[in-house]
């Protein structure tokens, strides 16, 4: 690294050798913190669980042919309906129905999603909670509440359930897998961001090299250090 008017020139063979000096330091901490995302995804964080039910919309009038322009339309209105089962009342609703004294609107509202997937009338309602069964009770309550409301406020005949919530034997999360690979590449990019620090704010000399690169001065000798003679000296003084 060299220094010239308040510019900062790095040798990127020099940093490259400070990283590969440092490999083991980086590549342990990146398996020890891989190591600790391990155990707190698996052991320490909660699981997860999402139920999903789907409800299938058409707004026809009864006993009449479905046109393409009625797809059309109920296709453009899935965004309204997902607004309308996410609603304050809709979620109010399904907390007062299944007793869930500690739930509260923001709370339900945070574990529900809603996904429209585009160019159809089915809109997904997932529900994400600790307990498998209670999932698929609020995934399942949400549908029936929202299919009320939906018909009420939109004035359209039906809503046809495509599927029913099922209770869920797998958790959704967290990933073990992706909490130790994440844990471990971060691990190893801070103890390499310390390692490239220090190297940026070491300005020391430390061989004849460094004194003509940096100050542009050429040496004239070396004093060797002998650290094994001057210890005898030492001993024979004492």
Same mark, same amino acid.
């Given at each position: 690294?060299?220094?010239?008017?308040?510019?900062?020139?790095?040798?990127?063979?020099?940093?490259?050798? !400070?990283?590969? /000096?440092? *490999?083991?330091?980086?590549?342990? #901490?990146?398996?020890?913190? *891989?190591? *600790?995302?391990?155990?707190? =995804?698996?052991?320490?964080? @909660?699981?997860?669980?999402?139920?999903?039910?789907?409800?299938?919309?058409?707004?026809?009038? %009864?006993?009449?042919? &479905?046109?393409?322009? +009625?797809?059309?339309? /109920?296709?453009?209105?899935?965004? +309204?309906?997902?607004?309308?089962?996410?609603?304050?009342?809709?979620?109010?609703?399904?907390?007062?129905?299944? @007793?869930?004294?500690?739930?509260?609107? %923001?709370?339900?509202?945070?574990?529900?999603? &809603?996904?429209?997937?585009?160019?159809?009338?089915?809109?997904?309602?997932?529900?994400?909670?600790? $307990?498998?069964?209670? #999932?698929?009770?609020?995934?399942?309550?949400?549908?029936? !509440?929202? =299919?009320? @409301?939906?018909?009420?406020?939109?004035?359209? +005949?039906?809503?046809?359930?495509? %599927?029913?919530?099922?209770?869920?034997?797998?958790? /959704?999360?967290?990933?073990?897998?992706?909490?130790? &690979?994440?844990?471990?590449?971060?691990? *190893?990019?801070?103890?390499?961001?310390?390692?490239?620090?220090?190297?940026?704010? $070491?300005?020391?000399?430390? /061989?004849?090299?460094?004194?003509?690169?940096?100050?542009?001065?050429?040496?004239?000798?070396?004093?060797?250090?002998?650290?094994?003679?001057?210890?005898?000296?030492?001993?024979? #003084?004492?």
């Amino acid at each position: 690294m060299n220094k010239r008017d308040d510019v900062i020139e790095i040798n990127l063979g020099e940093l490259f050798g !400070v990283l590969l /000096s440092r *490999a083991f330091l980086i590549i342990s #901490a990146g398996i020890f913190f *891989a190591l *600790a995302g391990l155990f707190i =995804s698996k052991f320490v964080l @909660h699981p997860e669980y999402e139920s999903t039910t789907k409800i299938y919309i058409l707004n026809k009038e %009864e006993n009449q042919t &479905v046109t393409y322009s +009625d797809v059309q339309i /109920s296709t453009q209105l899935t965004q +309204d309906y997902a607004e309308l089962i996410k609603s304050r009342r809709v979620l109010e609703e399904v907390i007062q129905r299944l @007793h869930l004294t500690e739930t509260d609107y %923001e709370d339900l509202y945070k574990v529900l999603k &809603v996904d429209t997937p585009s160019d159809t009338r089915i809109v997904s309602i997932t529900v994400k909670d600790e $307990d498998p069964l209670m #999932a698929m009770k609020i995934a399942n309550c949400i549908r029936e !509440v929202a =299919s009320e @409301h939906i018909t009420n406020v939109m004035d359209i +005949d039906a809503i046809n359930v495509a %599927e029913t919530a099922n209770v869920p034997t797998t958790k /959704s999360s967290p990933s073990v897998a992706k909490w130790t &690979v994440i844990a471990g590449f971060l691990g *190893a990019l801070v103890v390499a961001f310390f390692a490239v620090l220090g190297y940026l704010l $070491d300005d020391s000399i430390k /061989s004849n090299d460094d004194v003509e690169r940096y100050l542009g001065l050429s040496t004239l000798a070396l004093i060797p250090l002998m650290t094994e003679d001057s210890d005898k000296k030492k001993k024979k #003084a004492k």
